[in-house]
């Protein structure tokens, strides 16, 4: 085979040093083969929206509007969607005023407009253990140093947040801001208690620390109502970041962020010179929908759907996995946290999970500094329940395959382990 | 009315510092007043488009394969779209592989994207005098520091890259890339010479300066067949941005990069962690456009549209402009570069001109450094040839307005001037 040596790695900016390609993406490749079960996406099962509905309406609306909504827009994106946006946050008490919402690419496109906007290299971010690994990447991506805040089975916990940032301080550092998923949490699952929600405001306002609050998945709470958002509490010390992508579908990117005027500002310069306007057509194809459709009832019958694909799962892992794991259980949203008995890693385990035609993300992807080694997220979104099921079996047979290997051969591997969340 | 401070006034980002509002903008909000002829848009004009064809096209896309088409994709984008895009760049003798192409959310991103990739603060940028105004707006999000190189009539001077590039050595600094439109400049209405190409890329190879070739008007020559692609030359020296918007429709937001596989990696992560993934839906819109549409026809009729509509606007500006006056004479494209006589100052001019119902953008917009004062921007891609026509009149009326004020009180505002591109 030919090596290349890199003509251009002297020339790029310092910032790339910290895009690294993530494991995730080889297991993928791996996750996506029809054989093996994947527990490890998180892409959302849509095949129940109503496609006829759908197709017919956005034809209809290419049809007659076409030169409007097939051309550019504005840096924010259209007001008619930014009301309907405040009116699907007001599901989680919310409320705001549509000149208060930016259309973002995606709300990770969000996550990277407000981490451009507040991040000088060596800045720091608060963000919790576990932490969604897309955050991690776009935080990497701009030098931020982040340092994880300890969660429990209620969610972040508010005086590890005081204790984090007294220590970042004493290091001569700046938190420039707290990341959070609230609800159901990427990857642990967890929802963030009501009382902890006012417990986490008042230290956020106590230290002058800015909130920055992931939403995805609010509205897909399987045995709780939607919660009221940390946002419902105070406008002036969160920044909400949401998506259609959960509650409609990810391909039209479309997500967007709740700020303080001033801050909102900033994101629209930021999105001018990042895409000059997010997808225009995207946004009509929403706003028609919203407008035209029972979301709220499409909503309820995409948690029904879930529901019963965690109890596979819940159900799976109490038949299959060995003494000693344990696991969340999730109240809404696509993920499960199992932690292993000690001395396993699951990172080694991938291999043999793959040869047992399952797939999961192993914990590391999770955090910044490397822990997680014991931990996996196990995705229930996508599969039927069957097949989740199955998957269950299948880990179980690969995790009794290793505990075996490891008895005979002594394959420990001790390694830094956070806290467990319990379920 | 109520003065509030920005409370987070000191936790911002230092870049963006560089970020501000374009004068641009505020300028749209007239620009888009009914009774005002906008000759300061860039939107194409796509009302041509067959909505019907499209409409049913789309909406029978998602009713076959809603499910695959509306939900995430990869960071790099589909494969089949980015093979029919290398279709496309063929048109300009571009030979090139899907697997080196990278989707972006318009070309816009693609600038994002490889600034993101390539720029540290404090590294010099070299772009055409005058450049893109979103591409300079980008650059000051990254921090750039912009070097301008001298343009005439056959676009960038090679040797003045070479005088550019001494001269930032000799000030300590470092040029990472050199950033052009060569076909139908935006905002200057150039075309670089087919002998400049070959003469710039030698220059750029023994300098060792990427180019970054950005053609979004590359198909829409009216008086000359597509171009050969700087790219056409040299696969290794140049990153390639194209885009949709102007053959297609902006509103999908899809552009893409065509680049050497190093940096094509590295577009890849920086674009994982901007959006996940480019929009899913647009990217297979487009794709069924190209694949079932005769897209060649319909650029076709989209060059006769302008074709009109540059000769209202040369037409417009031969019979109503004031000796002194010099402007380019685009072969294809969407603007013309105007100078005023000497003594007019563009910027001081919009007010007078909006009184008179005619919009354009003062050429300042596309220096980094506060040129172009003699200079403005005038579109003729979007309103109707009469409209266009009946535009310059009033230009014409204002500026004669504006002299005979200068001539009465004598308000001569000197300022530097770059050098004329001639006709």
Redesign the interface.
Same mark, same amino acid.
């Given at each position: 085979m030919e090596t290349?040596i890199?003509?251009?790695?002297d020339?790029?900016? &310092?910032?790339?040093m910290g895009?690294?390609?993530?494991a995730i993406?080889a297991l993928f490749a791996v996750a996506n083969r029809p054989e093996v079960v994947s527990l490890a996406g998180g /892409?959302?099962n849509?095949?129940d929206?109503p496609?006829?509905v759908?197709?017919?309406m956005?034809?209809?609306? @290419? *049809?007659a509007r076409?030169?409007q909504? /097939?051309?550019?827009?504005s840096a924010q994106g259209d007001d008619r969607i930014r009301e309907q946006i405040c009116e699907v946050m007001r599901e989680e008490q919310i409320e705001a005023h549509g000149d208060d919402v930016i259309i973002t690419?995606?709300s990770?496109?969000g996550l990277?407009l407000v981490t451009? &906007? !507040? @991040?000088?290299p060596g800045?720091v971010i608060l963000a919790e253990a576990p932490s969604y690994v897309?955050a991690l990447? &776009?935080f990497?991506?701009?030098q931020a140093r982040v340092v994880h805040v300890a969660m429990d089975e209620e969610g972040i916990i508010p005086e590890a947040v005081r204790e984090a940032t007294a220590a970042v301080q004493a290091s001569g550092g700046r938190v *420039?801001f707290l990341y959070t998923i609230p609800n159901f949490n990427n990857p642990a699952g967890t929802l963030l208690s009501v009382a902890r929600r006012q417990e986490l405001l008042a230290v956020a306002k106590e230290l002058g620390i800015?909130l920055v609050e992931d939403n995805p998945y609010g509205l897909l709470g399987i045995d709780v109502p939607p919660q009221p958002a940390l946002r419902s509490f105070d406008a002036?010390q969160v920044v909400y970041l949401g998506s259609f992508?959960k509650t409609f579908?990810?391909? !039209?990117?479309t997500g967007w962020v709740l700020a303080? %005027?001033?801050?909102l *500002?900033?994101l629209v310069?930021?999105q001018?010179?990042?895409?000059?306007?997010? %997808? &225009? !057509?995207?946004q !009509?194809?929403i706003s028609e929908y919203l407008s035209t459709w029972d979301w709220r009832a499409q909503i309820a019958s995409f948690r029904d759907m879930y529901r019963i694909r965690r109890d596979a799962m819940l159900r799976g892992l109490d038949d299959h996995m060995p003494a000693g794991a344990t696991w969340t259980h999730p109240k809404g949203g696509f993920f499960v946290w199992m932690t292993l008995p000690e001395g396993f890693d699951a990172d080694q385990l991938m291999g043999r999970a793959t040869s047992h035609r399952v797939a999961f993300v192993p914990g590391t992807a999770f955090y910044a500094d490397g822990l997680g080694s014991r931990n996996m997220r196990l995705s229930y979104c996508f599969p039927t329940p069957e097949a989740i099921y199955e998957g269950t079996r299948r880990l179980g047979e690969a995790i009794k395959e290793e505990a075996e290997l490891r008895a005979t051969f002594g394959l420990t591997i001790p390694r830094t382990q956070p806290e467990e969340i319990a379920p």
């Open positions: 290349r890199d003509p251009y790695v020339t790029y900016a &310092t910032r790339t895009m690294k390609a993530s993406r /892409m959302p849509i095949a929206l496609l006829d759908i197709g017919t956005i034809g209809d609306l @290419i *049809k076409g030169p909504i /097939m051309n550019y827009g690419c995606g990770q496109q990277d451009r &906007t !507040f @991040i000088d800045d897309g990447g &776009t990497a991506a701009y *420039k800015l002036e992508s579908a990810p391909g !039209f990117r303080p %005027p001033a801050v *500002k900033k310069l930021a001018e010179s990042a895409t000059l306007c997010p %997808p &225009t !057509f995207s !009509f194809a």
